[in-house]
């Protein structure tokens, strides 16, 4: 069993930070990238930040509407990812939704995880 434990997330005015965490742990084989995605109400879910692993370079990739105002990161250890989310706007609320792409003893071939996500709500 592969689990994401997703933290932060809340209520902030526009203009405001809030920071995102999530963890993985379980029976990963190993840690391909991983990243944030949201939805927002009557939305498709989308890409907000990604990062590969130290095998791939630790490359990050932003959504443009985030580029400049949000910060992905990982821990040494590789199992964590941090979302700093700065100058929020309104439209930023969604909920958010934490992903895994990774081998594990499940799925040797690898495969994408969810976490149940949490929502940002940007607004005065």
């Known amino acids: 069993q592969v689990q994401l434990v997703e933290t932060g997330g809340g209520a902030v005015q526009p203009g405001g930070s809030l920071r995102l965490s999530c963890t993985a742990s379980g029976s990963i084989t190993e840690i391909y990238s991983m990243g944030w995605y949201r939805q927002a109400p009557g939305k498709k879910r989308e890409l907000v930040a990604h990062i590969t692993n130290i095998i791939g370079g630790g490359t990050t990739n932003y959504a443009d509407s985030v580029k400049g105002r949000f910060t992905i990161s990982r821990d040494n250890a590789g199992n964590t990812v941090t979302l700093q989310m700065n100058s929020l706007k309104p439209e930023d609320t969604a909920v958010y939704y934490c992903?895994?792409?990774?081998?594990?003893?499940?799925?040797?071939?690898?495969?994408?995880?969810w976490g149940d996500g949490t929502l940002v709500t940007v607004s005065s």
């Open positions: 992903n895994l792409e990774a081998m594990t003893v499940q799925d040797p071939y690898g495969g994408d995880y």
